[in-house]
Every structure is written in structure tokens, then in C-alpha cells.
Nanobody, 124 residues
Framework: VQLQASGGGLVQAGGSLRLSCADS????????VGWFRQAPGKEREFVAA????????YYEDSVKGRFTISRDIGKNTVYLQMNSLKPEDTAVYYC??????????????????WGQGTQVTVSS
């Protein structure tokens, strides 16, 4: 497994969680990394992406102002800080390595590698 996602859990609405995506083999060191999520019965959707150097980011409108994606180059890890969580944020969250270095809205068919999912559940 090239990417390992962790940090999910159960939280009340308005709470926070931080997801981590560890790239232990540095397979995505020259690529943008993004987060996707998939709720039960729905298609997987893009959430956010960070560029290969961590200098630029891109967010889906529904999470702007609440989620922050960042990248620690030295630790080969990408984070997704999720604040002001809502019940509609409930989903399995996946990290994925883009084919490109820049932060952009990634399509579900684009990533070279996927991490395993981590469940986020937000109770009302």
C-alpha cells in the first residue's frame, strides 16, 4: 500500500477531526495529493488537493472555510484538518496521489494511487 490514511472517527456536529495520509515509500513526492470521500449510496467525490511542494491548495466549495489541507514534506504526510463538521460530511475518506504536481480539482479516474479509506461519522 503506497498511501495509508488514518484519523477518522465519530464526532458530534461542530466538532473537528484531522486525517493523515502517510506516503512511507515517497511514491507521491513529486505529485499533488488529494482527499476524496464517499458516502453510502453516493459516488466518490473530490474534497481537496495540495500541490507537490505544499504551496498551493484547491477545495471543493462545500468544504471551503471549514477544511484545511496541508503537507509536511519531511514527514511525507498530507493532512486534512476538518473543522465545523456537519452530518453531511459523514463518509469514508480516501487520499490519493495525482498524476500531476499542481493542486487542482481531481477526477475520480485520475489518481495513480489510492490509500485505504478511513471512516468519518458526524452525529447531529
Amino acid at each position: 500500500v503506497q498511501l495509508q490514511a488514518s484519523g477518522g472517527g465519530l464526532v458530534q456536529a461542530g466538532g473537528s477531526l484531522r486525517l493523515s495520509c502517510a506516503d512511507s515509500r515517497r511514491t507521491a513526492s513529486n505529485n499533488a495529493v488529494g482527499w476524496f470521500r464517499q458516502a453510502p449510496g453516493k459516488e466518490r467525490e473530490f474534497v481537496a488537493a495540495v500541490s507537490w511542494k505544499g504551496g498551493s491548495t484547491y477545495y471543493e466549495d462545500s468544504v471551503k472555510g471549514r477544511f484545511t489541507i496541508s503537507r509536511d514534506i519531511g514527514k511525507n504526510t498530507v493532512y486534512l484538518q476538518m473543522n465545523s463538521l456537519k452530518p453531511e460530511d459523514t463518509a469514508v475518506y480516501y487520499c490519493a496521489a495525482s498524476r500531476y504536481p499542481t493542486a487542482h480539482r481531481m477526477g475520480v479516474n485520475e489518481p495513480r494511487y489510492w490509500g485505504q479509506g478511513t471512516q468519518v461519522t458526524v452525529s447531529s
